[in-house]
């Protein structure tokens, strides 16, 4: 707040503050300033869904298969630990889901130390019998001068749409709306209030010029403001009129950005619920969202890997990226599940490993096929009968 102070001289209007000189000086202070912010409801939205996926994304494992082996090599470190000097793999992969969800496409570039980089911003060139070629690369408002040819990066796209048009298209009915809906909060719990000023001084155009701006000043807080107070003086009477300040119900202003929510999140496959923290049959959402949304794009990030990372007889010999992405269960609770496949002789434990995530262990005894008891003694009862 910027203060500006004055030596009051001379007579007229303000000799009616001449005891309160202080008003005088009100009129010159800058006190009713516009804080008020907008609800940024469009941002919201996109951010609420988008950070979700992104974080989910981030918390996954990027494994290097050789076999029946995981290794833990260079590519392993680039991926999950630390891919350049000034990431981490947690905000790395953060800002590459973001990208591809927000832009429709991500370009993840090499740099001479091995690196991995996210382009803020690329040219590229498509070519129906050639590799694409990627120019104009810039990583933090720096420019790099050479270019990259298909091979030589990882390029990932989203969608055949770009995110942000569908949002500012949807946005502009909702954003209409949420607006209308605000204003009219906004005049329900308005103050409203009135200055009467002394007839004898309202012939000053210089003091009524004063005095209108310090009421227009008041005017905006009143509009904008949810608290205005206003300090009384010799010389004029403010009156308030509207004298119930009590807030208003907001339920239609929460429906509106409830309402464009639910359709930024359908517009990418998370079920409204979660966005929304329904806890309502919460396990059901989930596996939703992580069938739907998570593994889809988990899917394409890890074809990109490997399509990138290793040659065909490389791929065909079993070596691989896989991304273990984060469970929402415990292995306590598919004990029984694995039990029960195990028991039956459906599964062999390093099958049931490989599901759970873990890495396949060198013993006889997991590689078997067993059948417990029950499952043995219904076998031969379906054969020779009832056994004794």
């Not at 290794?71 to 953060?94: C, D, G, H, M, S």
């Not at 690196?115 to 104009?136: C, G, M, P, Q, R």
């Amino acid at each position: 707040m910027k203060l500006i102070f004055r030596e009051v001289k001379g007579i007229g209007f303000l000799d009616l503050f001449k005891k309160n000189s202080e008003l005088e000086i009100m009129f010159d202070l800058d006190l009713i300033e516009d804080t008020s912010k907008k609800i940024q409801m469009k941002k919201m939205a996109i951010l609420t869904c988008i950070n979700l996926i992104s974080k989910t994304i981030s918390m996954s494992e990027f494994r290097v298969k050789d076999g029946n082996k995981f290794l833990k090599n260079e590519i392993y470190y680039r991926l999950n630990v630390k891919p350049n000097i000034n990431q981490t793999a947690t905000t790395f992969w953060q800002q590459v889901v973001y990208k591809l969800i927000y832009d429709n496409e991500c370009l993840i570039i090499q740099s001479d130390t091995d690196d991995l980089l996210v382009a803020d911003s690329f040219t590229k060139l498509e070519y129906a019998l050639y590799s694409d070629i990627f120019k104009d690369v810039v990583v933090k408002n720096h420019t790099l001068k050479r270019s990259f040819s298909r091979d030589e990066v990882i390029y990932l796209e989203y969608n055949n749409e770009k995110l942000t048009p569908l949002i500012d298209g949807l946005y502009s009915d909702y954003g209409e709306l949420f607006g209308r809906i605000i204003n009219a909060q906004k005049r329900k719990s308005q103050i409203r209030s009135t200055v009467d000023i002394e007839a004898t001084k309202a012939k000053d155009n210089s003091i009524m010029a004063k005095l209108q701006n310090f009421v227009n000043k008041l005017y905006h807080a009143f509009a904008d403001k949810d608290i205005a107070i206003v300090p009384q003086q010799p010389g004029y009477t403010y009156t308030e009129h509207s004298k119930d300040t009590r807030g208003q119900p907001v339920e239609e202003v929460d429906k509106v950005a409830d309402g464009f929510l639910v359709q930024v999140a359908r517009a990418m496959s998370i079920p409204p619920a979660l966005v929304k923290g329904e806890m309502a049959d919460v396990e059901t959402h989930t596996r939703n969202f992580m069938l739907f949304c998570i593994d889809p794009l988990i899917k394409k990030i890890s074809d990109e890997l490997n399509s990138q990372l290793f040659d065909r007889s490389e791929y065909f010999s079993d070596k691989k990226i896989e991304i273990k992405r984060v469970r929402y269960r415990d292995i306590f609770d598919v004990a029984t599940a694995a039990d029960k496949l195990r028991g039956a002789g459906i599964a062999n434990g390093n099958e049931l490993r490989d599901e759970l995530g873990w890495e396949q262990v060198d013993d006889p005894i997991l590689e078997e096929y067993v059948i417990t008891k029950n499952y043995a003694d219904t076998a031969e009862s379906f054969e020779g009968g009832e056994k004794e």
